[in-house]
C-alpha cells in the first residue's frame, strides 16, 4: 500500500461496509481517517455514525445537513429537464453523488488529506459517479476503493473482519438485517438485491417504506396546487415551502395515494443489466406537474427540443458526469427555457395515479380565441391551412412523381 498516504477522507454512513473500510484503510495504509456522513434526508438519524467513528478512534469526524442544498442545487435543476433514465427511472442515487464527492474533494481540502475512499463496489455505478466527480473537481486526487482491492467480498467475511476487530456494527446479530440493498435520500429510496436478483420474482409488500400498495390506498382523492416559479416548485396548495420541505411534503402526500414505485431492469454503466425498484413519490408528482405546465408555457420547437436532449441529458447524470463541460453546456440550454416556466398545476392523487385536473400561467402560450372550436371572430383563417399543406407536401409529390413511392 502507498506510503504517501497519511490522511483519507473517507465518505462514511456508519454501517457495516464503511466501519470495516475505516478500520481496513488504518490497518493497510497506516493512515489517519477522517469521516464525512452526509443528511440528505435519507429517514434515518445521522447523528449515530459520530458515536460509531468515535468508539473506532475517529478525531476529525463531519457530519452535514445538506439537505437543502441536494434538493435545491441538485434535484430541481435536474428536474428542470424533466429528467428520466431509460424512459423510467428519476436517477435518485445518481443526483446524489456529485454533492458527496464535492463535500470529499472540500473536506480533503481543508485538512491536507492525500486521499479520499468509498464504499462503493467494483460491480457499481456508484464507484464511477464519486471518482469521475472527484477527478473533476480536483484532478490530482488519489481515491481508495477498498472494494476493488480487498477480498472481504461477501457478508460473512464482513462479519468477521468486524469481529476480528471489535468493530461496533448494528446488524451483529444475525437476521436482523434487510435482505436488500437500500440507498435512500429526499428524492427516492432504492432496493437492490436479495430476492430481487430474479427479475421474475415480484418485490415483497413488506419491502416498501414510503408508500402504500396502490390497492391499500384511500378511496378518496386528494388535490394538490403546486406553484412554479421559472421552472422550480415552491408552494403547495398556496403555501410557500423551502426546496426540502417541499420535496419531503409531496413524499409524505404521494406515499399515503401509492404514488411513485417502480420495479425496472436498468443498464448499469460498468456494462451489466440490474434490477432494482424505487419509490419516488414526490418526484413522479413533480415530473406530471412540470409538463402540464410547459404545455402552456413553452415554445412548441424549444419543449421537442428539450424532450431529444433529455436522454442524453439524463445518461450524463446517470454515468456520473454531473461536473462535465457538456452537462453544464446543456444545463445551460435548459435553464434557458425556464423564465417563463411559472404557474400552477392542480392534481389528484388517487390510487398510483395523478390526474391532471388543471393548469394556469400569466406566461400561457395557450389561446382559448384561436384554439377554440367555436367562432373565433376571424382570428384563425382556415384558408391558410390550405396553402401550409401544400407546401409541406411538395417535396412528397416531387418524390411520388418520380415513382417514388413509400412502401
Known amino acids: 500500500m502507498s506510503s504517501s498516504i497519511k490522511r483519507v477522507v473517507l465518505a462514511y454512513s456508519g454501517g457495516l461496509d464503511t466501519s470495516v473500510i475505516l478500520k481496513w484503510l488504518e490497518e493497510q495504509y497506516g493512515c489517519e481517517v ?5 443528511d440528505l434526508g435519507q429517514g434515518e438519524e445521522v447523528e449515530p455514525a459520530r458515536a460509531k467513528a468515535e468508539a473506532l478512534g475517529v478525531k476529525q469526524i463531519y457530519i452535514e445537513d445538506l439537505r ?10 435536474m428536474f428542470r429537464a424533466n429528467t428520466i433514465y431509460e424512459g423510467e427511472y428519476l436517477l ?4 446524489a453523488r456529485p454533492l458527496i464527492a464535492r463535500r470529499l474533494v472540500e473536506i480533503a481540502e481543508e485538512n491536507g488529506a ?14 464511477v459517479r464519486f471518482e469521475l466527480g472527484a477527478y473533476a473537481l480536483k484532478p490530482g486526487i488519489q481515491v481508495i476503493a477498498p472494494w476493488r482491492e480487498w477480498d472481504l ?9 468486524a469481529e476480528q476487530h471489535n468493530i461496533p456494527v448494528d446488524y451483529a446479530k444475525k437476521g436482523t438485517k434487510s435482505p436488500y440493498s437500500m440507498d435512500a435520500n429526499l428524492l427516492h429510496i432504492s432496493y437492490e438485491g436479495g430476492p430481487l436478483e430474479d ?3 415480484e418485490a415483497e409488500e413488506d419491502m416498501w417504506r414510503w408508500s402504500v400498495s396502490p390497492e391499500a390506498a384511500p378511496d378518496a382523492s386528494e388535490t394538490l396546487t403546486i406553484g412554479f416559479e421559472k421552472g422550480d416548485p415552491v408552494s403547495i396548495n398556496g403555501e410557500r415551502l423551502s426546496a426540502a420541505a417541499l420535496l419531503s411534503k409531496l413524499n409524505e ?5 401509492g404514488v411513485g414505485r417502480l420495479d425496472i431492469v436498468e443498464n448499469r454503466y460498468v456494462g451489466m443489466k440490474s434490477r432494482g425498484c424505487y419509490e419516488t413519490p414526490g418526484g413522479t408528482i413533480l415530473l406530471k406537474a412540470r409538463r402540464a405546465l410547459e404545455s402552456i408555457t413553452l415554445d412548441r420547437e424549444a419543449a421537442h427540443l428539450k424532450d431529444e436532449l433529455m436522454p442524453r441529458y439524463a445518461s450524463l447524470i446517470y454515468n456520473g458526469y454531473w461536473w462535465s463541460p457538456e452537462r453544464r453546456m446543456l444545463q445551460a440550454a435548459i435553464d434557458d427555457t425556464q423564465g417563463e416556466v411559472n404557474g400552477e398545476v392542480r392534481l389528484r392523487l388517487y390510487k398510483g395515479n395523478m390526474i391532471v385536473a388543471g393548469r394556469r400561467s400569466e406566461d400561457t402560450l395557450f389561446d382559448d380565441a384561436i384554439a377554440t372550436f367555436e367562432d373565433d371572430a376571424g382570428a384563425y383563417d382556415q384558408k391558410d391551412a390550405e396553402g ?17 413511392k413509400p412502401t
Request: charged content about 20%; proline content about 3%; aromatic content about 10%.
Open 68 to 77: 437543502e442544498i441536494f434538493v435545491r442545487d441538485y434535484v430541481f435543476p
Open 34 to 38: 477522517i469521516t464525512f456522513t452526509a
Open 153 to 161: 467480498n461477501s457478508r460473512e467475511r464482513l462479519m468477521a473482519y
Open 114 to 127: 492525500d486521499a479520499i475512499a468509498h464504499g462503493a463496489t467494483g460491480k457499481g455505478n456508484d464507484q
Open 388 to 404: 401550409f399543406i401544400r407546401l409541406n407536401a411538395l417535396r412528397l409529390r416531387i418524390a411520388a412523381s418520380r415513382n417514388r
Open 199 to 201: 427479475p421474475w420474482t
Open 253 to 257: 402526500r404521494g406515499g399515503a395515494h
Open 92 to 95: 435518485g442515487t445518481s443526483i
